[in-house]
């Protein structure tokens, strides 16, 4: 699986790194996603926190690719 | 709540065939009513036009209301309250639509980023201690004005760098600017009384810092005299209104929120239970709360160009009223959407608002709130609602509150 945050949605909500904090990031600032714009390769075992960020996302800005 | 079906027409009003209702959403009811009503009306339309005031639109489903949360460039936030489509108020930011909005955004947006928070967390946590602790020995409190405002307010002065002590101040300005807020004429003015009080606040902070080159280190009123917009200085006008906007958005919201949440603990030992033995589940319960519980009963924008929305046949200047509490009880959306699922997974609520108005003060609201669960249950892990009387809670003329929530609990010797 890989999964892309489209940047112009991202609105800093934060519930995407912090329902998975050892694949996504805030950007230190202001709290976006550090992705934003990026695909990114999601390990095996993170595949279920991947779904819970994109599922819990206001913006519906995370899309899940699946190989 | 009274809303009465009026058909379909409107002489010289084109409805599109939306239902048309006459709702007033502003009078005080039992806890509760208002997400009953807005279920009610998400479940018979997705969109209404409501004859109160000078008119306006409802929509009432979650996809509705995130696409014009998504759409400032149609849907402004020059008003934000349906029924006042001219305020002679204007918050900054929040009234302020993009491209400007982020200017003033960025001014406030990092000292409420989720890494300032977390510094701030240790002093939250012991702010709560505290509180708790003074409390415990009672046996009962009203954990509305005994916990729930006080905690947020010392909070918040504290990471913007004022004196927590001075929350004996704002707890009552806020309690006065919110009653009247509501629409309630009696209170009308107490409620310019605490205003004023919030705004003279301001301004002495402003004085004792007059005329220092540098600003201050973690102080929010410092660094707003010393930044600059567009070459000039932010001002002491505009600096003033977003104190005052940090204030009057940041408190009573949490207060709120934190009633009910701690109603719901109340009244449901297994959640109780549950989250002392797996205090992981906090931030999902918190979310949780924010979703079923929302204190947003609705959110006003402005209709910017004439358009059609999903067949209604918006005019600019109209304004729109998207219920938020309609949204978050989607069953569209949610499975078992009335029901508190503690753990609940992808629960992407718009208890925040959302697009560029996204609850700035979120990540600290969801700070506090998470806090406010884990001190309390380490003291207090038993408790009840102390009365046979029902709830009342404000109207959604402002955000839903509970005006009282008298808890009791057996006090440990």
Redesign the interface.
Known sequence: MRLTVESG?C?????CY?LAPDLLE?D????YVSVRGQVIDVPEDQVGHA??A???????AIELIEN | MTSTAEGDQIPGRATGGCPVIHLDASPPLEAGSHWAKANELRETSPAFFNTHAQGYWVFTRYDQVREMYQHPEIFSSESITPWEPEPVYRFVPTQIDPPEHSKYRQLVSRWFAPNAVQRVAPQAHEIAQRLVADLAARGGCDFVSDFAMRLPTEIFLTIIGVPGSDADLFVPWVEDFFAGFGGDLDQQQAMGAALGGIRQYWVDVLEARRGEAEPRENDLASLLMHSVVDGEPLGDVLTLDILTVLVLAGLDTTRGQLGYLFRHLADHPEDRQRLSAEPELIPSAVEESLRLYTIIFGDGRKVTEDTDFHGCPLRKGDMVYGLVSGANRDPRVYDRADEFVIDRKANNHLGFAGGPHRCLGSHLARMIMQVAVEEWLKVIPDFQVATDEPLMERGGGAMLALFTLPLSWDVRS
Do not use: K
Not at chain 1, 11 to 15: A, D, K, S
Not at chain 1, 28 to 31: Q, S, V
Not at chain 1, 54 to 60: F, I, Q
């Open positions: 949605r609105r800093g909500h934060g519930l912090s805030d230190d600032d202001e709290g779904r819970n994109a599922g819990s996302c206001p913006e519906r």
